[in-house]
């Protein structure tokens, strides 16, 4: 696919870039490999699109010669980690250049003299995780899908996972980004340091910019000591207003920090606990919490456990399970993270949402995405980090409606949830991003004035907008 | 004063301004309160600069109107919070328009349900923090000079304060922003949501900008609960050698996040307890630390102060004092906060300086500071965030030198100062900001290409140049 506005990739083109990467690194006219590069975890296939060409640079210098090359030919370049994001952002929607970051996946240096990590784009965020762990340190802004995202994909995306109630997400953690710019120029920004007001917050900006304005090519990690003690509570309700009206109540009443409090609703905890075959009495379930406290002090996480605890005994909970160990409470997580998976699998078309509202308005939203399955007659399981007021609401085609009713019902239906979460004060993602899938929706939530400023800032950094094009604004 | 770019203020000007915030709110010809907005607690003298009117806006209307005059006639606008900054942020080194925000302070909304304060940006501080008490609550970005700064200026510079090793600085507390832009347009930045990816970070952005993006009228701050219990430690050592180490041992060794670490030099200390005509034995201290534990769990805050504590003790103090109370721990305060206001009055000529190194590189920064001082030959008294990495440092004019020659060596002690910080990982400012003390230095620490984006930035925002010109860059 080519565009007006860019140059199609030609053998010359391809002959440079393989001068740059090596022959083995690039991929070019062979159909199914391209096609890998095609897609990210967003389940609409429709919005599929192969690139032209995939790149994998194995330094930054290459990244810089690759951008130099696509910068003069006006060639698009679309950056790409694990391809796990869920906003359509490594889709390279005008063809071009996928510029794969997978080999640079080197975890560079473990400084624990400054409590910093230094790391390529490409190192999996677990593999962090698991050099961290036995040194009692860790990196606390990672995603729920830390076993395949990428460094770079956290950071592209200003991910946020299960603890960011207490941690809060990536941009706080990151200190300094080594960032190719559109142009082929290789800034520092940033550092080991902590604290840093010298000029604009650059390295802030470029924390969850989709790729859009540079390619990052190191970057620079805080770490914190890793929580010695932990206490998990899976508890469940037999409904939904019980159990989402604790999260206020928690956050608010409680006085607390606690590291997670996870909303599930039936669908998505029954049939999470289903695929798993899980042996907890998941059946008569309708809704459930995942709450957890974490720390180095045994007493504060006994206390806010138990905080947690009696708030929602209060409730009338059908049954309240507890864990201390990770391993007890990493079955929790298993069930809370295998829902998006399930609920994937559950329809042929769907479409996962990732709304956010100030936390006091959760019950309310909650009740909203219920209107809106009776309005529209389809299933929209939600869960999610209800302690951030971010959920995943996750609308199902119903399996007996034609795929074209779908893509007709869908947009009506995100229009109304978007509309209604910005009516509570409230925006259209909270850690996925809008990258092609809903940049159609971005004037739901953001006046004319403020998406031209966004654009002025891109014309700032990519004056002749190569660098992932078709991403958060048209 | 005037400028080729610029136009001045005139008498029809004048009047305009008056018809809009109305007369008793315009400041023109009258050279004695004029001057009183020529500067802020910048101790240079030389670099004040009064305007040729101030405007005292009442609401974000009547802001966006100054700023659509300003725009239309090319006089430049700077804005002014308390006037308390450290950066020459508020001088209006071209003249034109202060725009003083004195008038727009009241606290809007304090937001239980939501856990978030809605303030104007006038509000001092400590009214916030007054207002938050009773309620439980505290904004945890808030600086050391909470009782005269304002909110406006705590986000213009992203102010830090003493707990920003456990709670960060400005930045991370600020949810939304209301900024009228240099053309007049207001733009509503974020909410009361905790999460938020709806594109590029704006409100980030902005926070740290010093006033050259844009006009913030409206703040909201995210709250956290207040700690309930807090124990300090004023620790007195014979030397800066045994007080300084002590900062990687604890943040580094001691896998805890204590609230405060702060240093103390010899001359830092000893002239702050005399000036307060302390009572503690300071006479023969050579440096001294103030720790401090915080939060919602007693057994949490002993078990850190008793880290802290045995780490000092292994260093062989002259003496421990500890403390439980907040009205003890005021004193301990009281002397850390009376350092700068001595150290200014110690001399006719100084600098306060805020560099900030890699947390590791603390030992080290405060040994080439010790040799700076033999180069020179003038003192250079040294105190602040150690625990952050963050340092005042602050040269002295020697009574018996001229003032021509402070003016020819404080220059070049600086750029060696500056150099030897960024050789460690560091860079100029940390919490006080660019500015038009240190803009000269930029270069110091910052590759061209990256001032150049910088620039690219400010014209995305402000393409005549009018907003608080003369800041950060040339």
Known sequence: MSHARFAPVTDSIVRELRSICGDANVIFGDASRLARYSRDQVPEKHSHVPPEAVVMPGAAAEVQAVMRLANRELIPVTPRGAGSGLSGGAIPVFGGICLSMERMNRILEVDTANLVAVVEPGVVTNKLDETLKPLGLFFAGYPMSEEICTLGGNVAHNAGGGR??????????????????????????????????????????????????????RIIIRLLPRPRYRRSLLVLFDGVRPAIETVPEI??????????????????????????????????????????????????????????????????????????????????????????????????????????????????????????????????????????????????????????????????????????????????????????????FLPLVMGAGQIDLLRRIKQAFDPNGILNPGKIFD
Chains 1, 2 share one sequence.
């Open 251 to 440: 956050v608010i009443g409680g006085r607390m920090v606690p590291a997670s409090i996870e909303f599930m609703d039936r669908i998505s905890f029954q049939e999470a606990c289903r695929s798993l075959k899980e042996s907890l009495p998941w059946e008569r379930a309708g809704a459930a919490m995942l709450l957890e406290s974490d720390g180095s002090h045994e007493a504060q996480v006994a206390e806010e456990a138990a905080m947690m605890e009696s708030v929602c005994r209060a409730r009338g909970p059908l049954d309240v399970f507890t864990a201390d160990s990770e391993v007890d409470s990493a079955r929790f997580w298993k069930i809370r993270k295998q829902i998006p998976w399930t609920l994937k699998a559950l329809s042929t078309h769907s479409s996962i949402e990732d709304i956010v509202v100030p936390v006091g308005e959760i019950p309310a939203i909650v009740e909203k995405i219920q209107g809106l399955e009776k309005e529209y007659a389809v299933r929209v399981p939600v869960f999610g980090h209800a302690g951030d007021g971010n959920l995943h609401a996750h609308p199902l085609k119903d399996p007996l409606s034609t795929e074209a009713a779908w893509y007709e019902l869908i947009p009506r239906l995100l229009t109304d949830l978007y509309t209604a979460t910005a009516a509570l004060g409230g925006t259209i993602s909270g850690e996925h991003g809008i990258g092609s899938k809903r940049r159609q």
């Open 164 to 217: 960011a109630v207490k941690y809060g997400v990536t941009r706080r953690y990151i200190t300094g980004l080594d960032v190719v710019t559109p142009s082929g120029e290789l800034l520092t920004l940033g550092g080991k340091r902590f604290k840093d007001v010298t000029g604009y917050d650059l390295v802030g900006l470029m924390v969850g910019s989709e790729g859009t304005l540079g390619v990052v090519t």
